[in-house]
């Protein structure tokens, strides 16, 4: 079975940090391009960050570049995002999401909540 | 990276057609035709319905079908079933690694 799991996350003060971690299973993860999208409470989609199968290719959207790190490990088959100096508009569900081709985000995890509130 | 315009909401009595469209620009649907659509479910994960503009993976009803007309594309979900009621999201690629989701329409089976 594909799954994608995604563990970390809670809650945060403003400007803290946290890691999100994804881990992969029932798919080929080093073969995809992975991403993370996430979702403000009562909102739409964002994507948030994107890296290719090899991890030398990184891409982020305009909010978080310099504070946000997206890293895998192929071997251990997971996903991170790496977050700093959290606002409390970062406020949202995260979920990590793969990509095997067409632009396209195909499996998704469960997604984990992080608040960012003081 | 403006976010796609998609109708708040959507409805339909069961067995009937609704469209629900997208609206971009020519740097991001119209440009590309990179056009995905997720179904997402009060609580849970979005899933795959649409890609490619028109495309379906395997295991979605040929029900939901996509399309695209200019800087607009639009998904049509045929013969309304109760379980079609959700959350529908599009999304396009908007070059430079960039990828743009719309604001989502929720879908009421009437």
């Known amino acids: 079975e594909v799954q994608l799991v995604e563990f970390g996350g809670g809650l945060v003060q403003p400007g803290g940090s946290l890691r999100l971690s994804c881990a992969a299973s029932g798919f080929t993860f080093s073969n995809y391009w992975m991403n993370w999208v996430r979702q403000a409470p009562g909102k739409g989609l964002e994507w948030v960050a994107h890296i290719n199968q090899g991890g030398s290719e990184k891409y982020y959207v305009d909010s978080v570049k310099g504070r946000f790190t997206i890293s895998r490990d192929n071997a251990e088959n997971s996903l991170y995002l790496h977050m700093n100096s959290l606002r409390a508009e970062d406020t949202a569900v995260y979920y990590c999401a793969g990509s095997w081709g067409s632009h396209v985000f195909d499996p998704w995890g469960q997604g984990r909540i992080v608040t960012v509130s003081s | 990276q403006s976010a796609l315009t998609q109708p708040p909401s959507a409805s339909g009595s069961p067995g009937q057609s609704v469209a629900i469209s997208c609206t971009g620009t020519?740097?991001?649907?119209?440009?590309?035709?990179?056009v995905s659509w997720y179904q997402q479910y009060p609580g849970k994960a979005p899933k795959l319905i649409i890609y490619?503009?028109?495309k379906r993976p395997s295991g979605v009803p040929d029900r939901f079908s996509g399309s695209k007309s200019g800087n607009t594309a639009s998904l049509t979900v045929s013969g309304l079933r109760a379980e079609d009621e959700a959350n529908y999201y599009c999304c396009s690629y908007a070059g430079t690694n960039n990828w743009v989701f719309g604001g989502g329409t929720k879908l009421t089976v009437l």
């Open positions: 490619e503009v028109s």
């Open positions: 020519t740097s991001d649907v119209g440009g590309y035709n990179s």
